[in-house]
């Protein structure tokens, strides 16, 4: 089966810009969770969604936010881009959560200029 | 908060030969899972092994095992017979069964040389 998809792979945004990333999980997995990854800050929680309700947040601004469609594929949006927002955004998907362990895509690369 | 500690950010290994990323955890909790991933440079995370805190025995996927201490609250990941294909980012996981928040280390970078 499909894995999941991310799109776009890369991104260039200038600093003020929003930006829109997506991801489409595996078919039949309801939970879509969001990670950043920089070099200095590693891997951190953006959010969690289920069924269309985020479940989880993590301790990101509110220039951070996400939703999640009744297919389950999810979209989060970053507001008034910051050059500290230029990471690795990741997407994880899985059955009803994270504890059968994720299914990741390959990420979004977005850089803030 | 619980938080994840793998002090070695960098390791090498012989092709063949066997190596273990150390990986510690705070927590006070009882019930909860553990990860290992692997990034390699094509940046999708793949899940290696996964370990249920409940459960008493080591978790194996192939050449890949635990050594899951829970009084110590430690989870080291033992490769057998590397392989050059196992180079990779190597990230250790931690999850409460109370909320969907996975909880990474920093990483270690394991190199298998020819």
């Known amino acids: 089966k499909a894995g999941v998809t991310q799109t776009p792979r890369y991104l260039i945004k200038t600093r003020g810009q929003q930006v829109t990333l997506s991801c489409s999980p595996i078919?039949?997995?309801?939970?879509v969770s969001w990670y950043q990854q920089t070099p200095g800050q590693g891997l951190q929680f953006l959010f969690e969604?289920?069924?269309?309700?985020?479940?989880n947040k993590g301790n990101f601004p509110g220039r951070f936010s996400g939703r999640q469609f009744s297919n389950s594929r999810s979209e989060m949006n970053v507001s008034t881009l910051e050059l500290g927002d230029s990471a690795l955004y990741l997407c994880?998907?899985?059955?009803?959560?994270?504890?059968?362990?994720?299914?990741f895509g390959s990420g979004t690369r977005l850089t803030v200029v | 908060a619980q938080t994840v500690t793998q002090s070695q950010p960098e390791m090498s290994v012989q092709e063949a030969e066997t190596v273990t990323l150390s990986c510690t955890y705070d927590t006070s909790e009882n019930n909860y899972y553990l990860f290992w991933y692997k990034q390699p440079p094509s940046r999708q995370m793949i899940l290696v092994i996964r370990?249920?805190?409940?459960?008493?025995q080591n978790a194996t996927e192939n050449r890949f095992s635990v050594n899951f201490q829970k009084a110590a609250k430690s989870f080291s990941l033992k490769i057998s017979d590397s392989q050059l294909g196992d180079t990779a980012m190597y990230f250790c996981?931690?999850?409460?069964?109370?909320?969907?928040?996975?909880?990474f280390g920093a990483g270690t970078r394991l190199t298998v040389k020819p």
């Open positions: 078919s039949g997995h309801r939970s």
């Open positions: 370990q249920e805190a409940y459960k008493q």
């Open positions: 996981a931690f999850m409460s069964i109370n909320n969907n928040d996975m909880r």
């Open positions: 994880a998907s899985s059955l009803e959560g994270g504890f059968g362990g994720y299914t």
């Open positions: 969604y289920f069924s269309e309700t985020q479940r």
